[in-house]
């Protein structure tokens, strides 16, 4: 037989088609030649697992799929996206989008020099995040601030700095997986420490804590239990009583409470989201939670407490391979500062102004476009309707916000296709699918990108 892939065009054959030349221009040669050899291998594994005789692709027909393929692929940068979704703190749309406030700082920070590790005072070195520490204080009542990567690069910085190589104590209950990859057992085991389950899934006692300590109890660890909830019969211990356990036997104690809401989330229809200062109040040598969930800031892990516990965070030497860069740092301090008065931060940190979002608001929006929409005949049905949006991020998928949305069906045409090309679009529209209809929740619609959403449905069916 003889061999087919003797009549496959060779990459330089390829490179000097038409479509493919037009593409060197403005993609770089390299990108373009991987590209050529990845489509070209998979032809040869097609043309390998045929049973019967295949057609060899002609040069240039192959050459323009090729272009094809590369320009799409090109379009999975990272770029701007309207999130229609209704979950506000969407993992995969990067969390909390930054106030303006932030946005500014991090961009006068990042053109220049910054005293991201000198005291102004002084002109001594000093520790990354000491800025931060009296803002902290103010808010939270806490001494000390050390801040990470992530609340997961945080977590492993405490346990490993307070704990390592002895136990951790941690109920049953509150032994979480978040977002895959976050698997509480897991952080403990790599920080160094061997986890000491007590309790059971629904109820865990104080006497459970107080039984296993002995001479090798490095910490007790709370966790909030943020992604889940126990429901029926169940009993947890109080943060209070942990730390007046942890006082007599001096075992310090770490709250993880994940969000960290600096303010009562309850008046946006939140329950038992744990506001970070009744933490610090309550005695916690260490108080951890996220900078991109409900604090609406930049990503990064923030520890609040004790000044002797946070400075032994300092002195590990993981902190150095888990610390925040100066535009972190700039955007941090911004965000605390804008809570400094509630009222203002209501208006400027994006994720509180959606919450607090009056509903007839989101109505009167979704109208609006139904109306536009109408206009188009390849939408077979526009209406709007009452839905609930969710915070996300690792919150319990039981908050509920009330919220409307436009629902949408397209005649013969999936909903599946319509969103692909939506996504294509640029900024990049997401929405939710939800019993066959797309629907857009206004929620979480900056009210700034409305007049482009029409534009964009009309370019897709164009
Ligand atoms: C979200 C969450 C984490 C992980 O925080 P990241 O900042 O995403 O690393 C850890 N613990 C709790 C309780 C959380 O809710």
Redesign the pocket.
């Known amino acids: 037989m003889p061999n087919p892939f003797r009549n496959l065009p060779s990459v330089n054959q390829l490179l000097e088609s038409p479509p493919l030349k037009k593409l060197l221009e403005n993609v770089n040669h390299n990108v373009v030649v991987d590209g050529v050899r990845v489509f070209l291998d998979d032809v040869r594994d097609k043309l390998n697992k045929a049973t019967e005789n295949v057609e060899i692709p002609r040069a240039q027909e192959l050459a323009e799929k090729i272009a094809d393929w590369l320009k799409t692929e090109r379009k999975s940068l990272l770029e701007p996206v309207i999130n229609g979704t209704g979950i506000i703190l969407h993992?995969g749309l990067g969390r909390a989008p930054l106030a303006t406030a932030a946005i500014d700082r991090v961009s006068t920070i990042a053109k220049g020099y910054a005293s991201v590790e000198i005291d102004l005072q002084t002109g001594e070195r000093s520790q990354r995040a000491r800025a931060l520490e009296r803002l902290i204080m103010e808010l939270t009542g806490a001494e000390a601030v050390a801040v990470a990567n992530?609340?997961?690069?945080a977590?492993m910085l405490a346990v490993s700095s307070l704990a390592k190589g002895k136990e951790v104590i941690v109920s049953r209950g509150q032994l979480?997986e978040?977002?895959g990859s976050?698997r509480l057992p897991d952080v403990l085991e790599c920080s160094g420490c061997r986890l000491r389950e007590i309790g059971t899934t629904n109820k865990t006692r104080i006497e459970d804590y107080e039984a296993v300590i002995n001479e090798s109890t490095g910490a007790i660890l709370r966790?909030?239990?943020?992604?889940f909830q126990v429901v029926g019969f169940t009993e947890s211990v109080e943060l209070r009583s942990l730390v007046a356990l942890g006082n007599k036997h001096n075992v310090p104690v770490i709250d993880?409470?994940?969000?960290g809401a600096l303010i009562d989330f309850q008046k946006y229809g939140l329950s038992d989201e744990p506001i970070v200062r009744q933490s610090v109040e309550m005695g916690a040598d260490l108080v951890?939670f996220?900078?991109?969930?409900l604090l609406g800031g930049p990503?990064a892990?923030i520890a609040i407490g004790k000044r002797s516990a946070v400075a032994k965070m300092l002195k590990n030497p993981m902190m150095r391979a888990m610390r925040v860069d100066k535009m972190t740092l700039a955007a941090l301090q911004a965000t605390l500062e804008v809570y400094q008065n509630i009222e203002t931060a209501e208006q400027e940190i994006p994720i509180l102004r959606m919450l607090s979002m009056p509903i007839d608001n989101l109505k009167f929006r979704a109208n609006k476009l139904v109306t536009q929409l109408k206009t188009l005949p390849q939408i077979t049905v526009a209406e709007v309707v009452s839905e609930f949006s969710m915070l996300g991020?690792?919150?319990v998928p039981t908050q509920k916000i009330p919220t409307y949305c436009v629902a949408l069906e397209f005649g013969d045409r999936s909903v599946d296709s319509i969103a692909k090309l939506l996504r294509e679009q640029r900024p990049a529209l997401f929405g939710r699918i939800c019993k066959g209809r797309f629907l857009l929740d206004f929620r979480t619609i900056f009210p700034a990108h409305d007049v482009r959403l029409f534009e964009m449905f009309e370019s897709v069916f164009a």
């Open positions: 993992t992530n609340n997961a690069a977590t979480v978040i977002g976050y966790v909030h239990p943020s992604n993880d409470v994940g969000s951890l996220s900078g991109d969930k990503q892990g991020g690792g919150s």
